[in-house]
């Protein structure tokens, strides 16, 4: 067992056996594990004794997880204690402003905690009068500037993006042995978010055929926030809102209490003509089976709390003229008929020199007839609202949208309903005319274009709601957006490959930068 502890070591030290030559003969690398060697021996005295033959596996596991995770911070202790008996002086170390650092001190020690526990790391410091000290090895290293490690701030980036702050507190202790603040927890969190546009700006694009749809949608949904994370019109009307010593907000209270985060999603389809009685079950014939509609791929999300949403909106296009740089493709855009949304897809649109067909969200026209036929018909039964709507919605999607209005509007006015009570009937007359431009439903289910806006729904639901809604949350701005990115990151399946370019991304900007033409005095 000694033997395999032998390869085991070596194994963790090999790594640096290039970048820092030893210094030692071979013997003394049993002396430089002895810490470790001692935590392995006493797990084994432990096992081999009387103590351990009379413990139940749950109580066997409970013991190893301690001391099994010891044993793995005093490896990692030792090693990086090996590695500081090995560094060799550099003749001389140039900074980022090109002072040459000749002057040479050993013994400078920092902490960094680690998902073992806490280790120190020794180095070599570079120094030179007016400047501040070098440490190679901590570029070799890639340390983070802060005291947590790279393991510990991915671990409460993935628990973070999951749950609360107290459940990733309690998670990071679970799996670790070590208890942090939650402001600890968000601001590591905050940090691993940090690269989002940046990634995905050197992301190469997902693989798609010339003649797949190119979709683009955008939503927002509201984030409860604190105090002084509102913007300054939302956090006048909440000074001006009496306060109530309930630890719930009200509905209308919350109002005055989010900040609007906007949501946006590109993806691939192919296309899939259908016709009415596939929309909606009610106009099909006995026995039809309904045609599937075009199927999300390569679906990919962004998400801000804190730029608006023609930040968002620019980085939606900047996504699909990633995917489709030559303007082959058909770009549709899905919107729920927000005409802010509506301007700035037009000006991107225009500034990316591409047209694209923008299509109203069906779900929110019948939304919009049901609401007129409560209005309409108060003391209808189901069934007849349900044909009433249906008839409308029927002539909607054969493109009547606006004779449509027409006749609600007309029916309003017969029924001799004052301003007040006819108001959701004009709401959906008033919907059905500005937006009939974007209601060519005819044309959008003969060429096979998705009429709905599910996909950027579904997002809202699984970015925000599931995790930012939670009962009590009140969010800072730091945090709401850090934890956005996360999700979408997840939602992407590229936690991965982002945490890779983030790691290089810190490699780059917290150590070469600090060297003079970015060049580490060493290959790493």
């Known amino acids: 067992m000694t033997a395999d502890l032998d390869t085991r070591c070596g194994e963790l030290y ?4 290039e970048l820092l030559p030893a210094r030692r003969a071979g013997s003394d690398r049993a002396a430089a594990f002895a810490f470790s060697r001692e935590q392995f021996e006493s797990l084994v005295s432990f096992l081999d004794g009387t103590d351990a033959a009379g413990r139940s596996h749950a109580e066997l596991e409970q013991r190893l997880e301690v001391d099994g995770r010891e044993l ?15 560094e060799q002086r550099l003749e001389q170390v140039v900074g980022d402003e090109g002072v040459v650092r000749t002057r040479v001190e050993s013994g400078h020690e920092r902490a960094l905690e680690t998902v073992f526990g806490t280790v120190s790391v020794e180095r070599l410091a570079y120094r030179a009068r007016g400047v501040g000290n070098l440490h190679p090895v901590d570029a070799a290293l890639n340390l983070p500037v802060e005291r947590h490690s790279h393991g510990l701030r991915k671990l409460a980036a993935l628990e973070a993006a999951r749950g609360s702050f107290q459940d990733t507190v309690e998670a990071i202790e679970r799996s670790t042995g070590l208890r942090l603040g939650k402001r600890q927890v968000e601001e590591l969190a905050t940090l691993a978010a940090i690269d989002f546009e940046d990634f995905y700006q050197t992301r190469r694009p997902a693989r798609s055929k010339p003649d797949e749809l190119l979709v683009l949608s955008c939503d927002g949904k509201g984030i409860v926030m604190r105090p002084d ?3 300054t019109a939302t956090a006048a009307r909440a000074a001006r809102a009496s306060p109530k010593p309930t630890a719930r907000l009200s509905r209308e209270e919350q109002r005055n209490r989010k900040r609007m985060a906007e949501i946006g999603a590109v993806y691939d389809a192919k296309p899939a003509p259908r016709t009415v009685a596939d929309i909606l079950a009610s106009a099909a014939p006995e026995g039809h089976e309904p045609a599937v509609g075009p199927v999300a ?9 804190v730029t608006d949403a023609a930040v968002v909106i620019a980085r939606v296009f900047d996504e699909a003229q990633r995917r489709d740089p030559k303007h082959r493709r058909t770009w549709v855009a899905l919107v729920d008929g927000n005409s802010h949304q509506i301007q700035q897809i037009k000006y991107e649109a225009k500034k990316h020199g591409v047209k694209v067909t923008i299509v109203c969200d069906f779900v929110h026209v019948l939304q919009y007839l049901w609401g007129a036929a409560g209005c309409l018909h108060p003391d209808s039964d189901p069934t007849a609202l349900e044909q009433w709507v249906h008839h409308h919605a029927v002539r909607v999607l054969e493109g009547h949208a606006t004779k449509v209005a027409g006749q609600i509007r007309r029916q ?10 006819r108001k959701p009937a004009d709401d959906a007359a008033n919907y059905l005319t500005t937006l009939a431009p974007y209601l060519d439903y005819p044309t959008a289910l003969s060429l096979g274009w998705p009429i ?6 579904g997002a809202c639901r699984h970015l925000i709601k599931d995790r930012m809604d939670i009962t009590g949350a009140r969010w800072g701005l730091a945090g709401a957006e850090a934890i956005l990115k996360l999700r979408a990151i997840k939602a992407n399946g590229d936690f991965d490959a982002y945490w890779q370019f983030h790691l290089n991304q810190e490699r780059h900007q917290v ?3 600090r060297y003079h033409d970015h060049q580490l005095p060493f290959n790493t």
Request: with cysteine; charged share 25%; aromatic share 2%.
């Open 511 to 513: 150590h070469e930068a």
């Open 412 to 421: 309003a006015t017969n029924a001799g309903l004052d301003p007040a009570r």
């Open 297 to 305: 791929a390569n679906k990919w999300l962004c998400a801000s709390v």
């Open 452 to 457: 709905a806006t599910g996909i950027i729904e």
């Open 72 to 86: 793995l911070r005093r490896l990692l202790d030792d090693h990086l204690a090996l590695r500081a008996a090995r």
């Open 14 to 17: 090999a790594s640096g056996d």
């Open 229 to 231: 994370a509102l913007r």
